[in-house]
């Protein structure tokens, strides 16, 4: 989708993928959906990153 429509893509399943390798889930997430603050930092920074170039 972001392909067709010429946007930007943060790939957050593999960021999180990579942070679970040295963080256990409940670090970033209590419950299967809703992130806490620290996931919610994970999700800033690479908005960030990916925005600022």
């Given at each position: 989708m972001s392909a067709k429509h010429g946007t930007l893509l943060?790939?957050?399943?593999?960021?999180?993928q990579s942070h679970?390798?040295?963080?256990?889930?409940?670090?970033?997430?209590?419950?299967?959906?809703?992130?806490?603050?620290?996931g919610h930092l994970v999700i800033a920074k690479a908005l960030f990153d990916e925005l600022s170039g």
């Open positions: 943060v790939q957050l399943h593999d960021l999180f679970l390798r040295f963080r256990d889930s409940e670090t970033f997430c209590p419950e299967p959906v809703h992130p806490n603050r620290a």
